[in-house]
C-alpha cells in the first residue's frame, strides 16, 4: 500500500515536529540548566528566612545589678516604590520620628527598593507609625543596647555600636563572649504574606554570655559623686579613682571624670569616653616614694632611727638642683616619708644603689602592663637603667622621669596591705552562660617581698595619714596607710616642668578592714590648690569611710 | 456481599480521605495559631523589654540614692530583727464545689483558701 503525501501535508508534518522539538528543547533548558534558578525563585515566593537574633550577653555587678542589656526594638523602613505621595508620608516621619523632612523626601525618592528611615526607635514611636497604616513602611526587629545606669562606670563598661559589635571597655575586652550567634527559621508564606510556622527548620541562635563583674555599682556611684565634687570644686581638668581588693586585685570601683552617657553616644566627646585610670600615664610625684620604702625595707639598711640630713631644701644634684617643700635638718628613716623630703627620699636612694632601686622597679612591674582585663592600657614609661642619665638616679626615687597609669601606683600599695603580694587588678570574675557560671581564673599573685618588711612599711605609710602628709585621709578610729602625691606637670612648650600646671594624687588603703582596700586617687590640674594632701586626700577619706560601713554592713 | 461492596467501597475510600484530609487542614490551622503566638510572644516581649527600659531609666542606683539623702533614709541595721504582730484572719470558705474537695483530699487548705476568701471579698 503506497501513500502519496502532498508537500504541503509534510511541510506541516515538519513544522510541527520542528516546534516540538524546539519545545522540547526549551522544556530541557529550563528543566536541566535552568533548574536551581527556578527552584530557588519558587522557593523564595514560598518560603521565608526570618532571623532569630542571638541576644548579646549582659553585664552585671557584683550584686548582679544590671549595668548594660540589650533590648528588643525595631527599626523602621520604607519601600520607595510603594510609596504614592512621598510628600504625605515624609510629613508623617517628619512629626513622629522628629527627622528632617527634605532628608525623608530625598531618600524616599530614591530609586530604591529599601531605604532605612530610622534604627532603633521607641516602642511609642513603633506604635504611632503603625497605626498610620502608611504603605510601603514596614519594621524590623532589632536589638539596642541599653544602659540602665547611665553615666555610672562608662569608661569601665564602654560601648557598643549599631550593629552590637564592642566599641569600647568591657563591651570590646569581652566581645566573644558578650556576642551572640544569630539563628534562622524557614516558614512558609501564604497568599497574603503572612508566615506559617509549618515544619520550620530552625538554626537555632545563641545567646551571648553573661559577664559577672567584681565592681559595686554602689560604691562606684560614691566613688564618681565624690570624684566630680573635688573636681568641679577644685576646677581641675580630669580625674580618676580606683577601689581594689589588696588581696586578690578585684576592682570595685573604677572611676573617672569626665564621664558619659553611653545612652546618648551622639551628644559623647571622644576625650569622654577615655579610660584614664588605665589609659592615662603621668608622672606620679611623691606617691611613688613607696618603692623606694619597700626597697629600703627590705634591703634592712636603715632603722627608723636613722638620719639624713635633708639639707635644709636645697641639694645639688648632677644636672638640676632638688629643692623639697618645706626646708628640713635632719630627718629620721621614717620623718623622711612621713614628711615627704625629696632630699631624703634621693638620699635614701642613693644609699640603696641605682642597681638595686631599679631592681626594685622590675620587681613591681613598672612598665608592664598591670594585667587588667580592660583593652587600651598605657604600660607607663619606664627607662632601662643603661640608659638613665646621672639625674634619673636621684629624681626617678621622688616620681619623677617615670610614667605611670593609677593602677600600677594602686597595686604596689597592695603589696604593703597584703603583706607582699604583687595581684593582678581584674574586673571580670565570672562568665554565664545558660545557667552555667565559670568563674574566670584569677593570675596567681607574686610573693615580692617578706611579710615583715610589707608590715614595716605599712607601719610608716599609717604614719604618714597620721602624722605626716596625708592627715586629711584619716579615718577616725581607723587605721589608713598612704602617701600623697603632688607633681609638676611637664610643659612641652617651654621645655621644663611648669609652675601651674599639676598632679594632685594620693594612694592609700584601709588596713583594718577585711580585706584591706587600697583606694587610689588622681586630681589633673586642680586650680584652687594643687597638693595631694589638700585635693586628692579627703577624696579618699570620703570613700573610705562610705567603704568601710558598706563593707562592714555586708558583713554583720 | 458483591452488591454492597460497590456501595461501600467509597465510602471506605472517601473516609480515609476526608480524615487525612481534615488532617492536613488540622496542620495549617495549628500552624496559623503558632504562628499567631509566636507574634504576640515577641510583642509581649518588647513590651517587656520597654517596660523594663522605662523603669530603668527612672530608677537608677543614682536616682535611689538621691532620693535616698533627700528623705535621710538610712537602712535598718541587719541585726535589728523587727517583728510583726499579725492576726490570724478568719478563713471564708468559698462556694468552688472542686475546690473544697482538693482542699479536704490533699489538705492544701493554705493556698486555695486564701485564693477563695480573696475571691469572695
Known amino acids: 500500500m503506497s501513500r502519496k503525501y502532498s508537500k504541503r501535508t509534510i511541510s506541516v508534518y515538519l513544522s510541527f515536529v520542528i516546534l516540538l522539538f524546539l519545545i522540547c528543547t526549551r522544556i530541557f533548558y529550563l528543566q536541566v540548566f535552568r533548574r536551581n534558578f527556578f527552584q530557588n525563585l519558587a522557593q523564595d515566593q514560598r518560603y521565608r528566612l526570618i532571623n532569630l537574633q542571638g541576644k548579646r550577653g549582659d553585664i552585671l555587678d557584683r550584686q548582679r545589678r544590671i549595668l548594660a542589656k540589650s533590648i528588643s526594638c525595631y527599626s523602621v523602613f520604607a519601600d520607595p516604590a510603594l510609596i504614592d505621595n512621598p510628600e504625605a508620608t515624609a510629613e508623617a516621619f517628619s512629626i513622629n520620628l522628629d527627622l528632617s523632612k527634605e532628608i525623608l523626601l530625598f531618600n524616599l525618592r530614591k530609586k530604591k527598593r529599601f531605604v532605612w528611615i530610622k534604627r532603633k526607635i521607641s516602642w511609642e514611636e513603633k506604635e504611632k507609625i503603625k497605626a498610620l497604616k502608611l ?29 552590637n559589635q564592642g566599641l569600647e571597655g568591657l563591651e570590646l575586652g569581652y566581645n566573644d563572649y558578650l556576642s551572640g550567634k544569630d539563628g534562622w527559621v524557614r516558614v512558609l508564606k501564604d497568599s497574603a504574606s503572612r508566615e506559617i510556622i509549618l515544619s520550620p527548620q530552625i538554626i537555632t541562635p545563641q545567646e551571648g554570655a553573661d559577664i559577672i563583674l567584681s565592681l559595686d555599682a554602689q560604691i562606684q556611684y560614691w566613688v564618681e559623686e565624690y570624684l566630680e565634687g573635688t573636681i568641679k570644686s577644685f576646677k581641675a581638668g580630669s580625674g580618676s579613682v580606683v577601689v581594689m581588693n589588696a ?46 620604702l619597700l626597697a629600703a625595707v627590705n634591703e634592712d639598711k636603715f632603722t627608723d632611727q636613722d638620719k639624713f640630713f635633708c639639707e635644709n631644701g636645697k641639694f645639688k644634684i648632677p644636672g638640676t638642683i632638688l629643692h623639697d617643700w618645706k626646708s628640713y635638718g635632719e630627718l629620721s628613716f621614717r620623718e623622711v616619708f612621713m614628711k615627704s623630703s625629696n632630699i631624703g627620699v634621693a638620699k635614701i636612694a642613693q644609699a640603696l644603689t641605682p642597681d638595686v632601686f631599679s631592681s626594685y622597679l622590675k620587681r613591681l612591674e613598672f612598665g608592664c602592663l598591670s594585667g587588667i582585663d580592660l583593652p587600651a592600657e598605657a604600660k607607663g614609661l619606664l627607662k ?65 617581698i617578706p611579710t615583715s618588711a610589707a608590715d614595716r612599711a605599712k607601719e610608716i605609710l599609717i604614719s604618714v595619714v597620721s602624722e605626716g602628709t596625708g592627715k586629711r585621709a584619716q579615718v577616725k578610729g581607723r587605721k589608713i596607710g598612704g602617701k600623697t602625691g603632688t607633681a609638676q606637670k611637664y610643659d612641652s612648650k617651654i621645655k621644663r616642668y611648669s609652675f601651674s600646671k599639676y598632679r594632685a594624687t594620693f594612694v592609700g588603703f584601709i588596713a583594718d578592714l577585711n580585706p584591706p582596700i587600697v583606694i587610689g586617687v588622681t586630681i589633673d590640674e586642680p586650680k584652687r590648690s594643687h597638693f595631694g594632701g589638700v585635693v586628692a586626700a579627703p577624696v579618699f577619706k570620703n570613700i573610705a569611710q562610705k567603704v568601710i560601713s558598706y563593707i562592714e554592713g555586708a558583713g554583720n | 456481599m458483591k452488591k454492597i461492596l460497590p456501595l461501600i467501597l467509597p465510602v471506605l475510600i472517601f473516609l480515609p480521605v476526608l480524615l487525612y484530609l481534615h488532617q492536613k487542614v488540622q496542620l495549617y490551622v495549628e500552624a496559623y495559631r503558632l504562628s499567631n503566638s509566636f507574634s ?11 517596660l523594663m527600659y522605662n523603669f530603668s531609666k527612672e530608677a537608677t542606683l543614682a536616682k535611689v540614692n538621691q532620693w535616698a539623702s533627700l528623705k535621710d533614709f538610712t537602712p535598718v541595721d541587719k541585726g535589728r530583727v523587727m517583728a510583726l504582730n499579725i492576726k490570724r484572719q478568719p478563713q471564708i470558705i468559698g462556694n468552688n464545689k472542686i475546690a473544697l474537695f482538693f482542699d479536704r483530699v490533699l489538705r492544701a487548705s493554705t493556698p486555695t483558701s486564701t485564693a477563695l476568701a480573696k475571691d469572695k471579698r
Not at chain 1, 504603605?135 to 550593629?163: C, M, T, W
Not at chain 1, 610614667?403 to 603583706?419: C, P
Open chain 1, 135 to 163: 504603605d510601603g513602611v514596614g519594621f524590623i526587629r532589632e536589638e539596642k543596647r541599653f544602659y540602665p545606669q547611665g553615666n555610672l562606670s562608662a569608661a569601665v563598661i564602654g560601648i557598643a555600636n549599631i550593629d
Open chain 1, 247 to 292: 588581696l586578690n586585685g578585684e576592682v570595685l570601683a573604677l572611676a573617672n571624670y569626665p564621664s558619659f552617657n553611653p545612652n546618648e553616644l551622639g551628644k559623647v566627646l571622644p576625650k569622654q569616653m577615655r579610660n584614664r585610670a588605665v589609659a592615662d600615664i603621668f608622672e606620679p610625684g611623691s606617691v611613688f616614694k613607696v618603692v623606694t
Open chain 1, 384 to 448: 632601662p637603667i643603661d640608659k638613665w642619665s646621672r639625674t634619673s638616679a636621684f629624681i626617678i626615687p621622688i616620681g619623677q622621669e617615670i610614667g605611670v597609669n593609677l593602677l600600677q601606683l594602686a597595686r604596689t600599695f597592695a603589696v604593703v596591705a597584703n603583706g607582699g603580694y604583687l595581684v593582678t587588678p581584674h574586673l571580670v570574675t565570672s562568665i554565664c552562660s545558660q545557667g552555667f557560671c565559670e568563674s574566670v581564673p584569677i593570675k596567681d599573685r607574686k610573693k615580692i
Open chain 2, 40 to 50: 504576640y510572644h515577641k510583642e509581649l516581649i518588647d513590651k517587656r523589654d520597654y
